[in-house]
Nanobody
């Protein structure tokens, strides 16, 4: 079965950095576009970064230039490097298979203190 396991979140000061990891299993990882979503309290879940199987990327305007998505198709892993963090980045972060949107992991909490 499909499993997505996020890790790497925590409490970080404004301006700091965090690297999130997502371990994927149960599907042919290299076939699919992977994305990172986030959901802040009281807000809808939003897509912040995505990467196709071929390596093309796209980012939400709010994170462009600060976040970098990467993946390793041999390891079934996707990462999100988050730099210059702001309190507005505080959220639970999830990885997701864009072509199979029904699968979600438990997410990882990122809290940015001011």
């Amino acid at each position: 079965q499909v499993q997505l396991v996020e890790s790497g979140g925590g409490l970080v000061q404004s301006g700091g950095s965090v690297r999130l990891s997502c371990a994927a299993s149960g599907f042919i990882f290299s076939f699919f576009t992977m994305g990172w979503y986030r959901q802040a309290p009281g807000k809808q879940r939003e897509l912040v970064a995505q990467m196709t199987s071929g390596g093309s990327t796209n980012y939400a305007d709010s994170v462009k230039g600060r976040f970098t998505i990467s993946r390793d198709n041999a390891k079934n892993m996707v990462w999100l490097q988050m730099n210059s963090l702001k309190p507005a980045d505080t959220a639970v972060y999830y990885c997701n298979i864009l072509e199979r949107p029904g699968y979600w992991g438990q997410g990882t909490q990122v809290t940015v203190s001011s």
